[in-house]
């Protein structure tokens, strides 16, 4: 029997395997630090004390984490529906603006917890705004989502591009860029959450949204889990022949899934935009859109999952950045280099090991593994 028909115990899947994949990437990027003349373990230990020695390191690497939440979120919903967006960087670019023009509506009027959930509703409508076209000719006319949603990438960076140069500059400043946002358009930090652990937060970004992250975490496994709609979109992933004979409908079942993508994707926007900057900027995502598909992939598309990974995507971004400066030998396009190995290995070759993982299992568990 082929080891691809075997399923495994959900903790060795979301468990074991991902745990030796990452083992595999660092052991390979360690070879690599090794290769260039530096001790990769001196390398682990400057990364791993870059992004959690210190409560502003922590502040950061939490910062980082919260954008890839949200884009690891978008990515995952659309992929239990079948679907593979590759827009959320887009439509993470799109939706600051719809915070950001909540954020220039109300901030002189009002407090930040009365600003912070229209600006929420805000951002997700925009970025699930975004999100339709491609939703609508995949639904409809057949265009592969895929392909659509990378042109709305370039379609949302020339728009904002536009946007900030013309309409929204702030006159007299070559910056482009919208007014910084006053206190009722900014979204707090989190220094009591840091101070909790006997730390100080300093200039760290990190702010509320990553608790509206992790809100949205557990909003979408009640989404796909708890849920006759989730239910649905999972049938329209495994087997869209088999929904349309249940059922299901097609077209409105890819078009919400897309939606809610795209919502999702559109919320990251309030952790730099109004946590971060406190003002809408050119290029604020900074590829975070991107990383959510690395981020959904290595979390297995499941809320827990897409956590746990979003911190590895935060500390190697953060670590990254001060073992650059501590090993100048290790360039920050070394950096993306054991991203990108991470990625691989956990993403892209995630099944690499299950055969083995299978054998193991097969013969510790029995016959009774081998006729599952």
């Known amino acids: 029997m082929s080891t691809a028909s075997v399923s495994l115990p959900n903790w060795i899947t979301y468990g074991i395997l991902p745990v030796l994949n990452l083992l595999l990437a660092f052991f390979v990027s360690g070879l690599v630090v090794w290769s260039i003349g530096e001790n990769p373990f001196e390398a682990l230990r400057l990364l791993i004390e870059g992004a959690l020695g210190r409560g502003e390191a922590i502040g950061f690497t939490l910062f980082y984490t919260t954008s890839f939440i949200f884009t690891g979120l978008s990515v995952a ?28 509506a109300l901030d002189r009027y009002v407090p930040w917890y009365v600003t912070m959930p229209f600006a929420v509703i805000g951002a997700a409508l925009f970025g699930a705004a975004w999100a339709f076209i491609p939703a609508w ?18 379609i949302a960076a020339g728009l904002m591009v536009y946007l900030l140069s013309n309409v929204f500059i702030v006159q007299g400043k070559m910056a482009s860029e919208t007014r910084t946002f006053l206190a009722g358009g900014q979204l707090p930090k989190l220094d009591w959450l840091i101070a909790t652990f006997g730390a100080k937060l300093g200039p760290a970004p990190l702010n509320v949204s990553f608790l509206i992250a992790l809100l949205m975490c557990l909003l979408v496994w009640l989404l796909i889990w708890r849920s006759k709609l989730g239910y649905e979109m999972r049938t329209l992933g495994i ?17 919400i899934a897309m939606l809610l993508s795209g919502a999702l994707a559109g919320m990251m926007a309030l952790n730099p935009v109004m946590g971060a900057s406190a003002r809408l900027q050119v290029e604020f995502v900074a590829g975070a859109g991107f990383v959510g598909i690395a981020v959904s992939l ?8 897409i956590i746990f990974s979003a911190l590895l995507f935060g500390i190697l971004y953060q670590g990254g950045g001060d073992l650059s400066f501590e090993m100048p030998n290790i360039t920050r396009e070394m950096i993306v280099v054991i991203q990108g190995l991470v990625i691989l290995f956990a993403g892209a070759l995630e ?20 006729g599952n």
């Open 351 to 370: 099944h690499m090991l299950r055969p083995a993982m299978v054998r193991i299992y097969q013969r510790f568990a029995g016959p009774q593994s081998k």
């Open 137 to 154: 000719l995949q639904a409809k006319r057949g265009s592969h989502v895929v392909i659509t949603t990378i042109m709305f990438n370039f």
């Open 298 to 305: 290595m979390g297995r598309s499941h809320p827990l999952g």
């Open 239 to 255: 087997s869209p022949s088999a929904a349309v004979y249940a059922g299901i409908p097609y077209a409105r079942t890819v078009i």
């Open 77 to 104: 919903v659309a992929f239990h529906a079948g679907l593979f967006n590759i827009g959320s960087e887009g439509q993470a670019y799109i939706g600051g603006l719809g915070a950001a023009l909540v954020a220039l």
